[in-house]
């Protein structure tokens, strides 16, 4: 089990990534592991997304370190051979539904209060196409298309009517369930189970290999553009204000 714990609200910062990174790394080259369930230990928040203040006020430099960051936990998560279960058990919103979105099955708990979604639209930015096709490749395209171009968050019911969660489960049995999707998952032969997902993930993981460092540079120049670093600035101030 794999457990953030980066309080108050597990944003996903530079640090965060790189020891999650390096901690993904280390389950994947055990042999002896064959499954990781993704939780979080943060009450209420499965992981904030993307920590804003890593795409703020930063050098050129940074923002290239960052996002490269932010690639590898995605290649880690989408195109790893062991059996990834979410348990989303608190809010995710943007880079932490990516997380959940990368696993092969998704359970949260069943609060309405949680909500879910790539609501990069809300800041002002734009989920990049890896954000999208994985998107895509769970919800289907219409469902994808409307919940980006709006920036939806959706409430738990909502998203596994969706389909964006594969179970709802009351949050005490979260991990319980968990332990038992990820037996199911680990009774089939593994060569087989991993074969299937590559043949699956291959095309969108093999677009961003392709094309990283246009990735990096498409994000760079973005993030810097200060109409984006205003609208940054703002939704941060709102996030503040909200809680005064
Ligand atoms: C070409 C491609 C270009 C761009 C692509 C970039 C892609 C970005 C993807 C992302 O992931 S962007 C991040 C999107 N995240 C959000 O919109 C979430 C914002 N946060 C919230 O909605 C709430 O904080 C919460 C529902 C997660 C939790 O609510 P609550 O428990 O009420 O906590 P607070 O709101 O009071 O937050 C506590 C504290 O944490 C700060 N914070 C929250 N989220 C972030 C974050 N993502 N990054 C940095 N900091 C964050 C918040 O401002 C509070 O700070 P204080 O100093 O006021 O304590």
Known sequence: MMKLKSPPVNSL????????????????????CRGVIITSSVPKIFSSGLDI???????????????????????????????????????????????????????????????????????????????????????????????????SLHSAPEAHKLGLVDELVPEEKLMEKAAAVMAQWLALPDHARQLTKTMMRKPVVDRLVAHREEDIKNFVTFISKESIQKSLRMYMEMLKKRKS
Request: negative net charge; hydrophobic residues 45%; proline residues 3%.
């Open 53 to 151: 203040t890593e795409m703020c006020g930063k050098s050129m430099e940074h923002y290239t370190e960052f996002w490269r960051a932010v690639q590898e936990i995605w290649l880690r998560v989408y195109s790893s051979s062991m059996v990834t279960v979410a348990a989303v058990n608190g809010s995710s919103p943007a880079g932490g539904c990516l997380i959940a979105l990368s696993c092969d099955y998704r359970i949260m708990a069943e609060n309405p209060k949680f909500s879910i979604g790539l609501n990069e639209a809300q800041l002002g930015i734009v989920a990049p196409f890896w954000f999208k096709d994985t998107f895509v490749n769970v919800v289907g395209h219409r469902i994808a298309e409307r919940s980006l171009q709006l920036g």
């Open 13 to 32: 910062s530079l640090e965060l990534l790189t020891e999650f990174a390096i901690s993904l790394e280390k389950l994947e080259n055990n042999r002896a």
